[in-house]
């Protein structure tokens, strides 16, 4: 049996999104900067697809809708164009938090080397942060809040509309990286006081290398790619009409069928949670039901979560340690260090993460296999002969 259970680091694309692409790429070839009929051809297609997505995201005009080349590169340009707009005012401190995505926290870095402070709120074990930590956080000189709505990693789900709210009563600008919970959870800029979202087509079964800025009118950008005048001027390069038009498709699918996927997958989700809490000294990471729909991860103690990935690759189960970004390298990963564990713990961990186009059976052969393969890799490590004779003690 073979088992796709790496869906938060990409999806397969739909039937709906890639037929979308096909047509695309077939009739509307054109430039959209082009003035004759077939740019222009183009450039409707462009735009029925900016108002789709404004439209499924609750925006209040499609301008509003910048599009880029993905995920990363929205987070890079909402938190970019904050900091140099916060500047101006003599605003350099930015909140942010210590489990972001790299795209946002290598964006922090540079932006702390250009003398931004930058403050990363402790995460709480169970993977959530709270409003009231923000609040307290924020200063006079406060240019940026940016904090992900749902964790790559472990799926939790941040409370998103209370810190949004405490952002619009500061008057702080409050952008969120929305990657892993457009098209799997409801999003609604509008209704969660959002300023600035991040989105990739790529992660609800539509295409690589696509993405969306959203902007709430009146938020200043600066370009992060420079040339025409594309975008409104704010992000150069002839638009990827094909994939524009196919993250659209992909987006009015996936939360067309929200809540029938969610029904679907949510008691897949909570089989494997019940069936691997199962296997002795392992623990869930992230809170129990604040979370998406499709994502989990445990720790094992006494293994390696390499060792672990490749044995069950070799049992057809496709699944992630962590960040796919991250994979190979081995450190841990810094959002299981942000929840407090130990570096040791935090390196036998596990991410499976399941969409709609997975199975039951599937999800049984998960629990048949993974308990074998740790079993399997405990009885050949010498940390877990210390944790049974006592010469170490658990920690979970
Ligand atoms: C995948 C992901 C990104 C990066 O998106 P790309 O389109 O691959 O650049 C950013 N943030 C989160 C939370 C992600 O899961």
Avoid at 13 to 42: C, F, I, K, Y
Avoid at 275 to 283: A, N, T
């Amino acid at each position: 049996m073979f088992v796709y259970a790496d869906n938060a680091a990409t999806t397969k694309m739909s039937r709906t999104a890639a037929e979308a692409m096909t047509r695309a790429m077939e009739d509307v070839w054109g430039n959209p900067s082009s003035l004759h009929t077939t740019g222009q051809e183009a450039k409707v297609a462009l735009e029925e697809a900016r108002a789709k997505i404004a439209a499924l995201l609750g925006a209040e005009q499609p301008k509003e809708i910048y599009f880029t080349s993905g995920g990363s590169e929205a987070d890079n340009q909402a938190i970019i164009s904050a900091a140099m707009y916060g500047a101006k005012k003599n605003k350099r401190h930015i909140i942010s938090t210590k489990f972001e995505h790299h795209a946002a926290l290598h964006t922090l870095d540079k932006l702390k080397k250009q003398g931004f402070e930058i403050e990363l709120l402790d995460v709480h074990e169970n993977g959530l942060v709270t409003a009231e930590q923000v609040a307290a956080a924020i200063r006079e000189d406060t240019a940026l809040v940016t904090i992900m709505y749902a964790n790559n990693e472990i799926g939790t789900v941040q409370p998103i509309r209370e810190i949004g709210a405490v952002c619009r009563e500061k008057k702080v600008p409050f952008h969120t990286d929305a990657v892993q919970a457009v098209g799997h959870i409801p999003v609604n800029v509008m209704l969660d006081n959002i300023d600035m979202l991040s989105i990739s087509a790529h992660k609800f079964h539509g295409p690589k290398g696509i993405g969306v800025l959203y902007a709430k009118r009146g938020m200043i950008l600066t370009n992060v790619i420079e040339g025409g005048a594309q975008e409104r001027g704010k992000r150069a390069g002839t638009e990827n009409i094909p994939a524009i038009v196919s993250m659209a498709a992909a987006m009015e699918e996936s939360i067309k069928n929200l809540d029938e996927n969610t029904a679907k997958i949510v008691p897949m989700r909570e089989k494997l949670i019940e069936g691997l809490s199962k296997i002795p000294h392992s623990k869930l990471n992230g809170d129990r039901t604040n979370r998406v729909p499709g994502t989990v991860n445990f720790c094992f103690e006494g293994i390696e979560g390499e060792s672990l990935l490749l044995l069950l690759d070799e049992n057809g189960i496709e699944a992630s340690s962590g960040s796919a970004c991250t994979s190979g390298s081995l450190d841990p990963s810094h959002v299981l260090l942000s929840l407090g564990l130990p570096h040791e713990v935090a390196h036998g961990s596990l991410r499976l993460s399941i969409g709609e186009y997975n199975t039951e059976e599937e999800v049984d052969h998960i629990l048949k296999v993974v308990p074998e393969v740790v079993d399997y890799l405990r009885n050949m490590s010498p940390v877990w002969e210390d944790l049974c004779t006592g010469k170490r003690e658990h920690i979970i």
